[in-house]
Nanobody, 127 residues
Framework: QVRLHESGGGLVQAGNSLRISCSAS????????LGWFRQVPGKEREFVAG????????IYANSVKGRFTISKDDAKNTLYLQMNNLKPEDTALYYC????????????????????WGQGTQVTVAS
C-alpha cells in the first residue's frame, strides 16, 4: 500500500499560479497510473488530470486544459500539478490517487479506477 500525502495548497489570487505535490511513502509510484481529482462540498469528485506510469501519456479535464500540467518524478516518488492562470472555480480540495492498472501507457480517468487516495490539499482562489 502506497501512503499518499498532498501538499502545496493555499490561498492565491485569480490569475496566479500554484504547484501542489503528492508524495508517496511506504511504497513507490512505479507501476501505478497517477491522477489528480478535486472536490467541492455538495459535488462529486471531479477528474482533473492523469498520467500513465510509463510513456508520459497525460489526460486533462476540459476545464483545466492549457492551464494545468501534471508531471511526476518516480525517483522521488512525487506527483505534481502545476496550476497556472487559476480561476475562482478551481477552488476545491485536491486529491492525488494511484491506479493499479497494468497498462503502462494507460491514463485512468474514472474515480473508480483509483484505489488509493491521499487526504487532500485545499486550493482556494480569490477573485
Amino acid at each position: 500500500q502506497v501512503r499518499l500525502h498532498e501538499s502545496g495548497g493555499g490561498l492565491v489570487q485569480a490569475g496566479n499560479s500554484l504547484r501542489i505535490s503528492c508524495s508517496a511513502s511506504e511504497g513507490s509510484f512505479v507501476g501505478y497510473g497517477l491522477g489528480w481529482f478535486r472536490q467541492v462540498p455538495g459535488k462529486e469528485r471531479e477528474f482533473v488530470a492523469g498520467i500513465s506510469w510509463a510513456g508520459g501519456n497525460k489526460i486533462y479535464a476540459n476545464s483545466v486544459k492549457g492551464r494545468f500540467t501534471i508531471s511526476k518524478d518516480d525517483a522521488k516518488n512525487t506527483l505534481y500539478l502545476q496550476m497556472n492562470n487559476l480561476k475562482p472555480e478551481d477552488t476545491a480540495l485536491y486529491y492525488c490517487a494511484t491506479a493499479p492498472h497494468t497498462g503502462a501507457w494507460y491514463v485512468a480517468q474514472l474515480a473508480g479506477e483509483y484505489d488509493n487516495w491521499g487526504q487532500g490539499t485545499q486550493v482556494t482562489v480569490a477573485s
